[in-house]
């Protein structure tokens, strides 16, 4: 299979290991002598190479997961906060609307500020409510002030909770900005090993050995590229997911697609995943992946894929989860 992209690697690592397995079964091909390839590298060696990136790409993978279920829990974290200002103010606008804490109860912050910015307001209504709880002086008051049951100190405690999900979500982004970075040193050096492997075998059995005509392609061949799909995608409240829509491809080679998305509102090919792959008569798909929490952002492309190894890519269609978060 060509390489045409990250995914197709495996598959073509798997096609040169089983071509180099028949090699080594012709005669002068033994142990130890060994088809190597620059630097001694052997069979044995790609074979190991192949596995760790397949370990490297499944990895990614599932650290892109560790990181929407992250998101999604520090977004719901940030709801039920902004619901508790919401009732603060409530509170002292019912029981001291003559003190001088009403006028300085924090607003309710924009739910997309940054981290910093959008903590600010809760470290200082947690500091006002520090004061209104010890204050005695409030004629018709009597301390601690509760937003029907719930306390400062609970209140204190969830407010930590949300920082540190902050935290482990930074750290679950550098974990996989680590790992995309080692998963992609990888793939030069499997291509080049790849390379050399198609060059020494033609080197060695010539262009008319059934070996050399046997070798896997890494290149698609010229002119044989497909007509790409037009793709189309909205969310869908009901479903709670997005839809996506797709023109049929005519092409008689049609292998299968390959649905594939990014985070955020432009698609990011070195970041992508496989969201799922699809007969030949597959026009639609519904799915909520890198979409699980409201506002998140993915980035889609369907992908037509030939039996021959080509492809081509869609146009690239930007959902955003437009669930409505529960009132404040």
């Known amino acids: 299979m060509p390489l045409n992209g990250i995914g197709s690697y495996l598959t073509t690592m798997d096609e040169i290991s089983a071509h180099w397995a028949a090699v080594l079964l012709a ?4 142990p130890p002598n060994d088809l190597k390839l620059q630097g001694g590298f052997t069979r044995a060696m790609f074979v190991t190479l192949r596995t760790d990136l397949s370990t490297a790409i ?14 999604a829990t520090r977004d719901q974290k940030k709801t039920a906060l902004m619901q508790r200002i919401n009732q603060f103010r409530g509170m002292l606008r019912g029981l001291l609307p003559d003190s001088i804490y009403l006028d300085a109860a924090p607003l309710v912050p924009s739910f997309g500020l940054s981290e910093t910015k959008f903590l600010a307001p809760f470290d200082d209504m947690a500091s006002l409510w520090g004061r209104i709880d010890a204050d005695t002086t409030i004629a018709g008051f009597t301390p601690p002030l509760l937003l029907a049951g719930y306390t400062r100190a609970t209140f204190v405690t969830d407010l930590a909770d ?10 679950a982004e550098n974990d996989q900005d680590l790992s995309r970075k080692k998963r992609d040193a990888m793939l030069p050096i499997a291509r080049e090993r790849m390379i050399q492997y198609r060059e020494l075998v033609i080197a060695i059995f010539g262009p008319d050995s059934p070996f050399t005509q046997s070798l896997p392609s890494l290149t698609s ?36 697609y390959e649905v594939r998305n990014s985070a955020g509102s ?5 970041n992508s995943v496989i969201v799922a792959t699809l007969p030949p008569l597959s026009i639609t798909l519904q799915t909520a992946a890198g979409l699980l929490s409201p506002a998140m952002t993915a980035t889609f492309k369907v992908i037509v894929k030939l039996h021959s190894g080509n492809h081509a890519s869609s146009n690239p269609v930007s959902i955003t989860n437009l669930t409505t978060p529960p009132p404040l």
Do not use: F, I, K
Not at 58 to 71: F, I, M, P, Q, S
Not at 162 to 171: D, F, G, V, W
Not at 221 to 250: R, Y
């Open 27 to 30: 005669p002068g091909h033994t």
């Open 58 to 71: 499944t990895g990614l993978e599932d650290l892109e997961n560790a990181r929407e279920l992250l998101v």
């Open 162 to 171: 949300l920082r540190s999900t902050y935290s482990a979500l930074t750290q």
């Open 221 to 256: 061949a010229p002119g044989s590229t497909p007509e790409p799909v037009v793709l189309t995608g909205s969310w869908n409240a009901p479903l709670h997911q997005a839809v996506l829509n797709w023109t049929p491809s005519t092409n008689p080679d049609l292998q299968d």
């Open 266 to 270: 432009t698609y990011d090919e070195a």
